[in-house]
């Protein structure tokens, strides 16, 4: 016997998505690639931050420990202004400035730049008891500070700005690095 097979009937309806449903969709895909971009901008901002604040910290580390050195070294200290100091180390003249943005170090062989990106700066000069010394250059002259000062600190503040985001900035207050070899009375 033959049997006749029968196809199952077909839906006549059409088997898509409605116009809501793609707007839906579109809506909702929108919303989630938005989200992902914005997070990929603030990440990419805060690592390009973290890399300013990286190379700032950096800078200082340096700076300091060279500073830290050669003034425990010296044994004389001159006051060029209140942002520039030479001193004697091992019987040669080593110069720390500031000048336009910039802390160096000056000797024989040349001058180093260590710090760039400089907004404050600042030379603390302290006597044998640890006084501070007033306004070196002002109200204390640099021959009289070259005389008292048995402590050095530096204080300063760089920044860098990586264009079309917020300014890093970085603020260094050093210990304060002791004149060993320096003979100073009270």
């Known amino acids: 016997m033959i049997t006749s097979t029968r196809w199952p009937a077909r839906d006549h309806r059409r088997r898509g998505f409605t116009l809501a449903e793609i707007l839906i969709a579109l809506g909702l895909s929108g919303l989630v ?21 990286n ?19 010296a044994s004389a200290i001159t006051w060029n202004s209140a942002e520039s100091v030479t001193l004697i180390v091992d019987s040669r003249p080593v110069t720390y400035s500031h000048t336009v943005g910039s802390f160096t170090r000056t000797e024989s062989s040349g001058a180093k730049v260590l710090i760039t990106g400089i907004t404050q700066f600042a030379f603390k000069g302290y006597t044998i008891t640890g006084a501070e010394l007033p306004s070196i250059g002002g109200a204390t002259s640099l021959a009289k500070a070259a005389a008292w000062t048995k402590q050095l600190q530096i204080s300063l503040q760089s920044s860098r700005s990586p264009g079309d985001t917020a300014t890093a900035t970085h603020k260094v207050l050093s210990a304060r690095y002791i004149l060993r070899n320096k003979r100073v009375t009270a």
């Open 33 to 53: 690639l938005g989200a992902i971009l914005t997070t990929f901008i603030f990440l990419t901002r805060t690592g390009l931050r973290i890399e300013l604040y």
């Open 55 to 73: 190379d700032m910290e950096r800078q200082a580390r340096f700076a300091l420990e060279l500073f830290a050195r050669d003034t425990r070294q």
